[in-house]
């Protein structure tokens, strides 16, 4: 597989309730971040800032526990799920269908929408 598997907001949340072993990754910014959050732990590795954890993503992101990147709408954390695959040799990588904008809608209204 060279592209990342889709997931839907409420697919996620069903995995987090489980106590899934998951890994999420947020690539948004920072003022993004602080405007609108999971309401669970992720490592933010924000897209502009690349030069700064690039070097220690191997020690960062494990291969044995499957990643979930999210960002606003879906499409940066799709090229970032995209490159782990294709470039980094990551297999298990899914894409939050629709971002943190798909979580309020149709998971948590309480986090906000940008």
Same mark, same amino acid.
Do not use: K
């Given at each position: 597989?060279?592209t990342?598997?889709?997931?839907?907001?409420?697919e996620?949340?069903?995995?987090?309730?489980?106590?899934d072993?998951?890994?999420?990754?947020?690539?948004?910014?920072? +003022?993004?971040?602080?405007?609108?959050r999971l !309401?669970?732990? &992720? %490592?933010h590795?924000?897209l502009? $800032? @690349?030069? #700064?954890w690039?070097?220690?993503? +191997?020690?960062?992101?494990?291969?044995?526990? !499957?990643?979930? &990147? %999210?960002?606003?709408?879906?499409? $940066? @954390?799709? #090229?970032?799920?995209?490159?782990?695959?294709?470039?980094?040799?990551?297999?298990a990588?899914?894409?939050?269908?629709?971002?943190?904008?798909?979580? @309020?809608?149709?998971?948590?209204?309480?986090?906000?929408?940008?």
């Amino acid at each position: 597989m060279n592209t990342p598997q889709s997931l839907g907001a409420p697919e996620l949340q069903r995995w987090l309730e489980r106590g899934d072993p998951i890994q999420l990754v947020d690539v948004r910014e920072d +003022e993004e971040l602080q405007r609108a959050r999971l !309401p669970h732990p &992720v %490592l933010h590795l924000p897209l502009s $800032r @690349s030069a #700064q954890w690039l070097a220690a993503l +191997e020690q960062t992101l494990s291969r044995d526990q !499957p990643i979930v &990147v %999210l960002c606003h709408a879906g499409i $940066r @954390s799709w #090229q970032f799920a995209s490159w782990l695959i294709e470039q980094q040799g990551y297999s298990a990588v899914w894409n939050l269908h629709g971002g943190i904008e798909a979580w @309020s809608l149709e998971v948590d209204p309480a986090v906000p929408r940008y």
